[in-house]
C-alpha cells in the first residue's frame, strides 16, 4: 500500500514537473517569438534591411523625423548625408536628390545651396511675385518680381555729402547710409551713392538699352529685367568714391572698409565674388543692399547671400 501510494506521488509529481515544463517553455516561446517580432519590425532592423550600415542607423535613430522619413523611402547613399547639412530643408529632398542625380560631381552643401535658392531652375523660366510683407527682407531676384506699380510712401531725398545729386532712397536706408558714410569719412574714405532707387519705367529703359546695344544675354547678366530689380525696393544702393566708378571699385581702400564694416550699418554685398550661380548676378562689389543690422551681421558671420539667407531663414 506505501507502495504504491509512492508511486500515484511520483507520477503525480512527474506530471506536474512536464506540465510546468511544458508551460515554461511555452512562456519561452512566446516571448522568444514576441521578441524577435519585435525585432523585425523595429525601425534598426527595417533600416538595416533597406541597405543602411551599423554606423548610419545610429545617426539616423538619433532623429525621429529622419528615420520616418528614411523608412519611407528607398535607399539612396547620398540622403543622409544631404538632410544633415545646415541649411536642409525638408520640402526641398525630392529636389535636391533629383539634382543629386544630375550633378553627382557637386557638393552636399553645394546642392542644398542651389536648391533652395531655385538654382536648379533656369532663371526667369517660373517666377513669382515678391512678397512685399516681408519689409527689410523682402527679396527681389530672378524669380520674385515687384508689381510695375509698386510704390514707396517713405522715399526721401539723399544730401549731396553722401551722394551724387538727385538720388533718393528709403529713410530708414538713408539714414543708416548717411552714418556709415560719415563715419568713413572720419577714416579719410569717401563713399557715396552712385545709384539708388530706380522705378520701373526707369529699369525697363536700363534693361532695353543693355539688351539693344548687346543682346540679351548680356543684359540678363548685367541689368536685372523690368520688376526683378533690387533698386525698385528702395533698399539698393551702387556706391562709388567720388574719383572711382563702379568698374574699378573694388580696387579701392573704401571697398576694403566695407567689407569689414557694411554689416554694422545693416549693409550686405548683395553680390558677391563667385556665387553668380546662387544670385543671378555677376560680382557687384559696388551694390550694397540694406537688411538691417541683425540680418546683415548673421549673413557676414555664415558667409552665405541673402538668397540663402531667405530660402532658409525666412521663407523656409
Known amino acids: 500500500m506505501f507502495i504504491g501510494d509512492a508511486m500515484k506521488k511520483f507520477r503525480l509529481k512527474k506530471s506536474a514537473y512536464i506540465l510546468i515544463g511544458t508551460t515554461v517553455l511555452s512562456i519561452g516561446g512566446i516571448i522568444g517569438y514576441i521578441k524577435y517580432n519585435e525585432y523585425i519590425t523595429s525601425d534598426k532592423y527595417l533600416l538595416m534591411e533597406k541597405g543602411y550600415s551599423e554606423t548610419d542607423i545610429a545617426t539616423i535613430l538619433k532623429s525621429k523625423e529622419i528615420t520616418t522619413t528614411l523608412l519611407n523611402r528607398d535607399y ?22 533629383s539634382y543629386k542625380k544630375e550633378n553627382p560631381d557637386k557638393t552636399n552643401s553645394e546642392i542644398i545651396s542651389i536648391v533652395n535658392v531655385n538654382g536648379d531652375i533656369e532663371f526667369y523660366e517660373t517666377i513669382k511675385p515678391s512678397d512685399t510683407s516681408k519689409g527689410n527682407l523682402i527679396l527681389v531676384n530672378k524669380y520674385n ?44 574714405l569717401t563713399i557715396v551713392a552712385n545709384s539708388t532707387y530706380r522705378d520701373y519705367d526707369y529699369q525697363t529703359a536700363l534693361y532695353k538699352r543693355y539688351k539693344n546695344n548687346k543682346g540679351q544675354a548680356y543684359a540678363d547678366k548685367y541689368a536685372a529685367r523690368p520688376g526683378h530689380s533690387e533698386h525698385q525696393t528702395g533698399l539698393a544702393i551702387d556706391v562709388s568714391t567720388l574719383n572711382s566708378s563702379l ?41 550694397y543692399r540694406y537688411v538691417g543690422v541683425d540680418v546683415a551681421t548673421q549673413i557676414k558671420n555664415e558667409d552665405i547671400t541673402f538668397d540663402e539667407y531667405y530660402a532658409y531663414y525666412v521663407e523656409g
Open 145 to 188: 518680381y515687384l508689381p510695375d506699380n509698386y510704390e514707396i510712401e517713405d522715399l526721401v531725398n539723399m544730401s549731396i555729402k553722401v551722394s551724387f545729386q538727385g538720388k533718393q532712397i528709403k529713410k530708414e536706408v538713408y539714414e543708416a547710409f548717411y552714418k556709415m558714410s560719415m563715419d568713413a569719412r572720419s577714416e579719410d
Open 247 to 287: 568698374e574699378n571699385f573694388h580696387e579701392t581702400d573704401e571697398y576694403k572698409w566695407l567689407i569689414d564694416n557694411a554689416h554694422k550699418y545693416g549693409f550686405i554685398l548683395r553680390y558677391p565674388e563667385n556665387k553668380e550661380f546662387l544670385t543671378g548676378y555677376n560680382y557687384e562689389s559696388w551694390h
Open 76 to 97: 539612396n547613399e547620398h540622403i543622409l548625408g544631404i538632410m544633415n547639412e545646415k541649411y536642409y530643408l525638408k520640402k526641398n529632398l525630392d529636389k535636391y536628390l
